[in-house]
């Protein structure tokens, strides 16, 4: 991790004891032997982040279509047209940013080069009272992903998570005991 870290010319990168990673973090646990310390890294609030990047986007011309999916796509000479709700749309470029639904709308442009494999991830909001970190720890990576993490929030408290589960459903947003069982568990493994 460091190396692809350094690879990626992410700078101050530190490989340090567990005990100088307990004395950054009180309430790490100590069974942590090293850390992978990146003094650079930081944090955001993901629905600020959104809301500014949608209000950026509008001062700049951008026009939002809020519920008019899209239901087909066309070439028409050098753009393409694409039927949004009730209106058609013709660009000159179009961006898919559909997320779990990417695979359809690139089906209907006449990709159908992949296809969407949904995978759940539940997150546990700590109470404020409860924060038990000052910055973002993360766990040793495995093949499903970054792996389950405790980090603050912009807010003042914390969370833990993701949990990463392969669904069917790509409307399923349940939060199950069982998730929430795990995150604490894995969170604990941490701090």
């Not at 109470?127 to 807010?155: C, N, Y």
Request: hydrophobic residues 40%.
């Amino acid at each position: 991790l460091m190396e692809r870290g350094q690879k990626n010319g992410v700078p101050d990168l530190a490989l340090i004891s567990g005990a100088a990673a307990r004395r950054m973090e009180p309430s790490l646990s100590d069974k942590v032997r090293r850390a992978l310390y990146a003094p650079t890294a930081g944090i955001t609030c993901p629905y600020q982040l959104t809301i500014a990047c949608a209000e950026n986007a509008r001062d700049n011309g951008c026009e939002w279509l809020l519920g008019a999916p899209v239901r087909a796509i066309a070439r028409e000479g050098d753009a393409l047209s694409l039927q949004a709700g009730a209106r058609t749309v013709r660009a000159r470029f179009a961006v898919n940013a559909a997320g779990l639904y990417a695979d359809e709308i690139a089906r209907l442009a006449g990709d159908d080069s992949f296809a969407i494999a949904p995978r759940k991830g539940e997150y546990l909001l700590l109470d404020r009272a409860a924060t038990p970190v000052e910055k973002v720890i993360f766990q040793t990576p495995s093949r499903l992903g970054k792996g389950i993490l405790v980090a603050p929030t912009v807010d003042g408290n914390a969370f833990a998570g993701p949990t990463a589960v392969d669904i069917s459903d790509k409307e399923d947003r349940s939060v199950t005991r069982e998730g929430l069982d795990h995150l604490r568990e894995m969170a604990r493994k941490s701090v």
